[in-house]
């Protein structure tokens, strides 16, 4: 009998000291997530690896952010999408603009200087595939209107910049082709389409291409004031908190330029410095270059930048600061003496690096200048509108560094990095699930809801062959 009864008290001891499991139990807090919205360019529209498709649009972080919306509350979240997996970009190429399907990683050979493969040498690169010539590709892209009927919830459009919400006409054949393919009318403005929906919850990541089109570029002198970001900016949030339904929302501020891989893996490969000369070589040049009117430029014995035809028309070397775009081409470098002298004609022919290559120390600090204020003004927006905001700047610098992720090692490198898409601009499905957990988290923190994040794990990032 008394074995039986210390049986019983063990079993209820047992039970007593059980842990008990608190349920995770979903809340909405003060935010309505009923009718969600997003507005924004190419970050936000689910562009990847160069282009638009269907599946990158699918794993667009504003989708997941509606998926996880739907624990509490959330509605459904169309999307206009583009019914191909080759897609559809418009991207900037040393030869001018080209349509372009979706970039995918591939081994290749390494080419000597007469386009010949080098045996047993291959590297995996992303590639181009073919260019379709600007003329054909505003048709191209109009052609591939979205299935589905609208209102769409994902408003955003490849390319707009800040004031581009506003302008009527940006829906016509004339103006943003990514956007005359799901425009309402023709005639219908970004900001105008979202309203009408009436949103009950909005995100806003807008202003990139303020600063990234002119980087892009290599260049500071594209980029938007500050004074018509202050007056556009605060417009567009009041234009969305004066859509009917008094709606809450999450903006997002603007990184840095110098965080993403276009602008850094190249100077990370080739040094700003690699021309290495001995004292005869030196000398030779000095001569060249001052009887082509460059005294400016003066060689040494040792390594020596690079020369590049600045913005203004002058040439100067390359600084330690300076950057490489990751459009530089590395075969006119190798074989031509692109950056020194082309001897390839036979004759000795000066041949400064273009701009359009480099992102110089002023150009930079220009635009780091910008970067700033524009994100002053969506911090100081968000608070006076008591609007949440996804710091993307600061967590971008944070993965600079390395961050570790649902178990996962991110980092901004170009391809190993596990964040970005093959253009070094864009992010992969992945950082896009990345993202969307930083968004919640500063959603959750502002409206106390309680919204699941999504787990990284389920989303892949680069495919390599």
């Avoid at 009718?35 to 649009?57: C, E, F, I, P």
């Amino acid at each position: 009998m008394k074995k039986i009864v210390f049986f019983i008290l063990s079993l209820a001891l047992l039970s007593a000291c059980k842990q008990k499991v608190n349920e995770f139990n979903a809340d909405r807090g003060s935010a309505d997530f009923t009718k969600y919205v997003s507005l924004g360019n190419s970050l936000t529209a689910g562009y990847a690896d160069g282009a638009l498709y269907k599946s990158g649009q699918i794993n667009s972080y504003p989708n997941i952010l509606a998926q996880q919306f739907t624990t509490v509350g959330g509605g459904a979240f169309i999307q206009p999408l583009i019914e191909t997996e080759d897609g559809i970009g418009l991207n900037v190429t040393p030869f001018g603009l080209y349509l372009t399907p979706k970039m995918v990683l591939k081994i290749l050979p390494d080419m000597d200087c007469g386009g010949t493969p080098i045996p047993g040498s291959y590297s995996l690169k992303p590639d181009l595939l073919t260019h379709t010539p600007d003329q054909a590709a505003y048709g191209a892209i109009l052609a591939a209107r979205p299935v589905a009927a609208g209102p769409y919830n994902n408003m955003a459009v490849p390319g707009a910049q800040l004031q581009h919400l506003f302008f009527k006409g940006y829906g016509s054949p004339l103006g943003n082709p990514f956007f005359a393919r799901f425009a309402s009318n023709p005639l219908a403005s970004i900001i105008e389409d979202v309203m009408a929906q009436q949103p009950t919850f909005f995100s806003l990541w807008i202003g990139n291409n303020d600063v990234l089109t002119s980087a892009l570029a290599g260049t500071s002198l594209l980029v938007t004031p500050v004074d018509t970001f202050a007056k556009y900016y605060p417009m567009a949030v009041g234009a969305l908190l004066a859509s009917g339904k008094q709606p809450k929302g999450i903006v997002a501020t603007i990184p840095d330029v110098t965080s993403i891989p276009f602008f850094t893996t190249i100077s990370q490969q080739l040094p700003w410095n690699g021309i290495v000369l001995d004292t005869t070589q030196a000398t030779g040049l000095n001569t060249l270059y001052g009887m082509f009117g460059h005294t400016e430029i003066t060689w040494q014995a040792g390594p020596n930048g690079f020369v590049v035809a600045k913005e203004d028309g002058t040439w100067a070397h390359m600084g330690p600061q300076d950057l490489f775009l990751l459009t530089l081409p590395t075969d006119s470098i190798k074989c031509k003496g692109m950056g020194i002298v082309d001897t390839t004609g036979g004759g000795y022919k000066l041949y400064p690096i273009p701009g359009k290559f480099v992102l110089d120390a002023n150009e930079q600090a220009v635009i780091k200048l910008h970067v700033d204020a524009f994100n002053g003004i969506i911090k100081q927006t968000a608070a006076v509108k008591g609007l949440a905001v996804a710091d993307m700047n600061q967590v971008l610098k944070s993965f600079a560094s390395g961050m570790v992720f649902d178990g996962i090692k991110f980092n901004t490198s170009f391809v190993t990095g596990g964040l970005f898409s093959t253009d070094g601009i864009h992010v992969n499905p992945r950082g896009n699930a990345v993202i969307a957990n930083y968004f919640i988290q500063a959603i959750n923190a502002t409206y106390g809801s309680t919204i699941p994040q999504v787990s990284v794990t389920d989303y892949h990032g680069l495919i390599f062959p």
